[in-house]
């Protein structure tokens, strides 16, 4: 059985899914992944605990004027296909 968590962005995301795998842990028939925004911090919390983490492109939508959020929708495109060939591919 493959379990896969995700999330990112803050570490109030991350922790609850830190948690969950510390204590399920010791099912010996189950493989882990994680996958997680590239550039965010879930990267550096998962790789303390061995799972193979994946990362994909995110998008984050700015209250305030940027032009980033030009883009924005083109990154949350992006990271959704990924995410589905990834999630297809991790079966």
Known sequence: ???????????????P??????EIRSCK????AYIGGR??????LVRQ???PFY??????????FSWEN???PLRVCL?????FFLLKKLK
Do not use: W
């Open 29 to 32: 028939s189950c493989d882990f």
């Open 1 to 15: 059985m493959r379990i896969i968590f995700t999330g990112g962005g803050t570490a109030g995301h991350i922790l």
């Open 70 to 72: 030009f883009l924005m």
């Open 79 to 83: 990271g959704f296909s990924q995410s």
């Open 39 to 44: 550039s965010g911090p879930e990267r550096a």
């Open 49 to 51: 605990y061995d799972v």
């Open 17 to 22: 899914n830190i948690a969950l795998l510390s």
């Open 55 to 64: 990362g994909i492109t995110t998008g984050k939508l700015r209250r305030y």
